[in-house]
């Protein structure tokens, strides 16, 4: 117990580990997500008003910037608030053979001296990897019952065990973090090489702008006034990217195609954006596969895990889901390639998309299956084709990154799919 007491008090945050998990290898800030103004509304408006919610759990693909963003709002309540926070790995305590439970009865008894629910001030918690802990939707559940003053955020890096436990529900707030959108790319890539004085940030009017004009026209003659009228910022907005003096960049061809490019395939994931190396970066990539198979998605025998593996090289070259096919290709029942199915799009693997039916004829149609991110398809076809990507496998890259905008934008229940001019999708 003696361990898990110091390794409490070792992790109260200072400025010193603020600092150290929100720069990057120059000690230069990290740029923040947009995601991260509204996590930061809800700390402040909790440790000022009492505002809900006081639990936060931000799910997502591995990679995207989950921690950072925990560490971010860290950084903000520590300068701005208070500074009593306390960073727990929930992988770190299943290393030293301790619940999470432990750890937070641990740090009433010994540490804070005095229940949670009896605090003389406020507190903030950040919680690591919290899947890896044992029970931990439970401990959750206790520790937001328990307490009134302490603002918990966690991160998890599979929506499908950040989503099991009804318990949660009503108490947690679920925020969704997505991979980069080309602006949030161009901001990460610009901020990196040439710092944050000259650093390309998104144009927040406009942005707002265009997606109540493409999703909310009352008809296409006012969509086409309405992008009309926005297509100046919008045209100026490239005219900058395309001006970016970014060193990594030649002048061979044209700065914004070769961003676009570099975008699609490779540099939407976050943690892969300092790495220029591509072999690098589909290492990694299949790497990233392989943690999510064998460590995120519990259950599996080595068998299930190589069939995993098999069936998303088979997406990868046709995303068109037929269990049917499917079943008969692996030798596998259908309901075991659907449950295979539904299990990668909880972890955040693919976008599944239904055809546009009602809910009875989508229950016996095939699917749609697009990947969370491009790049994960890419690092993919590296496996299949080696280097050389043919205009239909690259089409199935925009695809993948037009169902992830469609996904950060819309409601779920909104979106569906059907078949378009020579059988490729239409997103409806």
């Known amino acids: 117990m003696q361990e898990l007491i110091q390794y409490l008090k070792y992790n109260k945050v200072n400025a010193a580990n603020l600092a150290a998990e929100t720069s990057d290898e120059q000690n230069n800030p990290l740029p923040k997500r947009l995601i991260y103004t509204t996590i930061q509304r809800h700390a402040r408006d909790f440790f000022r008003k009492g505002s809900q919610p006081k639990m936060i759990a931000l799910s997502g693909l591995r990679g995207v910037g989950k921690t950072t963003l925990m560490w971010q709002t860290a950084q903000y309540v520590y300068n701005n608030i208070h500074k009593h926070i306390y960073f727990i790995s929930a992988d770190t305590l299943k290393l030293m053979g301790f619940s999470l439970y432990q750890a937070i ?40 019952d328990r307490s009134k003053g302490v603002f918990t955020l966690v991160t998890g890096s599979s929506a499908l065990l950040l989503h099991q436990s009804p318990d949660l529900a009503s108490r947690c707030s679920f925020l969704k973090v997505f991979p980069f959108s080309f602006p949030e790319f161009i901001l990460a890539k610009s901020w990196t090489e040439l710092g944050k004085e000259q650093a ?15 999703f909310y026209s009352a008809n296409y003659e006012q969509l086409k006034k309405n992008v009309k009228a926005q297509e100046q910022a919008i045209t100026e907005y490239f005219q900058k990217v395309e001006e970016l003096p970014l060193r990594s960049l030649t002048r061979a061809s044209s700065s914004l195609e070769t961003l676009r490019e570099e975008y699609i395939s490779y540099h939407n994931i976050a943690r892969f954006l300092s790495i220029f190396n591509k072999g690098m970066i589909i290492h990694r990539i299949v790497a990233l596969f392989d943690r999510i198979i064998t460590k995120d998605i519990s259950g599996l025998d080595p068998e299930e895990a190589d069939l995993l593996h098999r069936i998303l090289l088979r ?32 972890a955040e693997v693919l976008n599944l998309f239904y055809p546009h039916a009602g809910l009875r004829s989508k229950t ?14 890419r690092a993919l076809y590296e496996r299949m084709y080696g280097h050389v990507t ?14 992830m905008y469609l996904r950060r934008n819309l409601d779920s229940a909104l979106l569906s799919y059907g078949i378009g001019y020579k059988n490729n999708p239409d997103f409806i």
């Open 105 to 144: 009865r641990t740090l009433e008894e010994h540490i804070l001296k005095k229940p949670l629910n009896q605090p003389d001030h406020q507190l903030m918690l950040l919680i690591d990897e919290v899947h890896d802990a044992e029970n931990w939707d439970k401990t959750l559940k206790y520790l937001y």
């Open 200 to 214: 390309l940030f998104p144009l927040e009017q406009p942005s707002d702008a265009t997606r109540q004009t493409l």
């Open 315 to 346: 997406l990868a070259a046709s995303d068109q889901l037929n269990f049917q096919t499917l079943a008969k290709e692996f030798r596998i029942k259908e309901k075991k390639v659907e449950s295979f199915i539904q299990t990668l799009a909880r």
């Open 364 to 377: 016996g149609m095939n699917r749609k299956a697009f990947f969370m991110s491009p790049s994960l398809r």
């Open 390 to 403: 043919t205009p239909d496998l690259r089409a199935k890259l925009y695809e993948d990154i037009v169902a």
